[in-house]
C-alpha cells in the first residue's frame, strides 16, 4: 500500500512539473538569421534572459532588417512577434509608420552610443558604423575614400547588398547619397562595372567575399575584430574613408499586439542589461549600446574610428528613400 501511495504522489510530482513546463509563457522575436545563427548571440541572450523570466524565448528570423520591416508590414495586426531585434535605426520612421509597437517602458541611460538617443518606442541594443572590408594580403593599398573606390574605372571589385531589403544595403544607399547628393546617381552608374552582384542580405554578401569572389564588401568597421578573436587573423581590415563613415545603429521593439506584454517590457528592459550588451561584442561583432563593467574586447581598440559620422535623421530616410532606391535602380539595372 505505501508503495502504491508513493509511486501515486511520484506520478502526481511529474504531472504537476510537467503541467508547468507546459504552461510556461513563451515570448517570440523576430530577428535576422545571422543574430540567431550559429555564432549569434541570441542563444546566449535566450539562456540569460530564461534564466530570470520562468518563460521560453522562441526566435523567428528574416535576413535582414529591411526583411524583417517587410515580413511586419505583409503580417501587420496579425504578426506573431511579441518583440522585435533588429531594425535598423534608418528605417524607424517607417517601422512606426505601421503602428506595430508599443512603447518600451524601459528606462533608457548611460548609452555608448555616439549620437543622444531619445525614444520611447525602440531600444537601441548595438551600434557601428559601414565600412569597406579587404582582405590586406590581396589589397595592399584599399580606396582612402568613397570618392577613390567609385571614381576609378580599375578600382577594385565589390560585393554589396539590396537596399531594399539589406540594412547595409540601405547603409550604402544612405552613404551615396551624403557624399554625392544629387549625382548619387552618376556616381552608382560609374561604380556598376566594378559590382560584382547585389545580395539580399550581408551573410550572402560576406561569404562571397571570403570566398574570393570580390576584393572588397560592404560590411562594417568592427568586422575585423570577428577574424582577429575568432580566427587569429589580422589580414582582414576595414578600409577608412576620408568623407567619413556612415553610422548604424540597431534597434528593438515591443509590439501592441503581443499577448504577453509584461513579459515583452521585462525582456526590454534586459537588453540594456549587462548580461544583454555583454554578449554583443564577440558573438554579434558591434559595439554594445552600453558598455559593460568590463569593457569592450581588446580586438575592438584598434579598429577603425571614423573623423565623422554620417547620418540622415529617420524622417529624412522615409521621406527620400524611394527617390534614392529609384535613382539605384536607374543607374544600375541598365
Not at 20 to 45: E, R, V
Not at 157 to 180: C, E, I
Amino acid at each position: 500500500m505505501l508503495r502504491r501511495i508513493l509511486l501515486t504522489l511520484a506520478s502526481l510530482g511529474l504531472a504537476a512539473g510537467l503541467a508547468q513546463a507546459q504552461t510556461k509563457p513563451t515570448l517570440t522575436i523576430y530577428t535576422y538569421s545571422s543574430f540567431a545563427g550559429k555564432y549569434g548571440p541570441a542563444k546566449t541572450i535566450e539562456e540569460r534572459f530564461e534564466a530570470t523570466c520562468n518563460c521560453e524565448l522562441t526566435w523567428v528570423t528574416a535576413e535582414d532588417a529591411g526583411s524583417l520591416l517587410g515580413r511586419l508590414r505583409l503580417e501587420g495586426q496579425n504578426t506573431k512577434a511579441d518583440a522585435v531585434v533588429g531594425l535598423d535605426m534608418n528605417l524607424v520612421a517607417e517601422a512606426k509608420a505601421l503602428n506595430l509597437f508599443a512603447p518600451h517602458g524601459a528606462e533608457v541611460k548611460d548609452l555608448s552610443l555616439p549620437i543622444a538617443w531619445k525614444d520611447d518606442t525602440f531600444i537601441p541594443f548595438d551600434w557601428g558604423y559601414y565600412a569597406f572590408v579587404y582582405d590586406a594580403n590581396k589589397l595592399p593599398n584599399p580606396p582612402k575614400s568613397l570618392k577613390e573606390l567609385v571614381d576609378n574605372p580599375n578600382g577594385p571589385k565589390v560585393v554589396l547588398q539590396d537596399p531594399r531589403t539589406s540594412a547595409p544595403g540601405l547603409g550604402l544607399l544612405l552613404w551615396m547619397q551624403q557624399v554625392y547628393g544629387e549625382k548619387a546617381g552618376e556616381a552608382w552608374g560609374r561604380l556598376k562595372p566594378r559590382i560584382v552582384t547585389f545580395t539580399k542580405g550581408w551573410s550572402e554578401a560576406y561569404g562571397l567575399f571570403l570566398k574570393g569572389e570580390a576584393d572588397m564588401v560592404m560590411s562594417y568597421t568592427t568586422s575585423p575584430a570577428y577574424h582577429v578573436v575568432a580566427e587569429k587573423k589580422s589580414n582582414y581590415k576595414a578600409a577608412a574613408f576620408a568623407e567619413g563613415h556612415y553610422l548604424h545603429v540597431e534597434l528593438a521593439g515591443m509590439t501592441r499586439t503581443t499577448k504577453e506584454p509584461e513579459l515583452a517590457k521585462k525582456f526590454m528592459a534586459f537588453i540594456l542589461s549587462e548580461p544583454f550588451q555583454s554578449a554583443i561584442p564577440e558573438t554579434n561583432w558591434m559595439y554594445p549600446a552600453k558598455t559593460p563593467a568590463a569593457g569592450v574586447p581588446v580586438a575592438f581598440k584598434d579598429l577603425v574610428q571614423p573623423e565623422k559620422a554620417l547620418l540622415f535623421t529617420p524622417e529624412e530616410v522615409q521621406q527620400n528613400r524611394r527617390a534614392f532606391t529609384d535613382a539605384w535602380l536607374n543607374a544600375t539595372a541598365r
